[in-house]
């Protein structure tokens, strides 16, 4: 799992590895201004997907999604309704 000065854990998950499509032990970081999800798969290797470029909002969403609905609860997707 990846810490280096210059990286911020956020948590930790899961995720899915996008060669074998197997459930597989995740971190969400902070990394040069972007929060990415890097997903460890044993037989293929680290992989990144961007979640986001804005990190202050990312954590403060994640953080309210989290004490709304309990660690327990599956986190899938954060939908965002812009109004004018």
């Keep these: 799992m990846h810490t280096d000065a210059t990286t911020t ?32 798969c044993p037989a ?9 470029r804005s990190p202050e909002r990312y954590a403060d969403l994640d953080s309210f999604y989290f004490r709304v609905n309990g660690s327990s609860y599956p986190q899938r997707d954060y939908i965002v309704r812009m109004t004018e």
């Design 44 to 52: 293929h290797g680290d992989s990144n997907q961007l979640l986001s």
């Design 9 to 40: 854990r956020l948590r930790l998950t899961e995720g899915v590895c996008p060669d074998c499509l197997e459930r597989v032990p995740a971190e969400v970081l902070v990394r040069d201004g972007e929060v990415l999800l890097e997903k460890h």
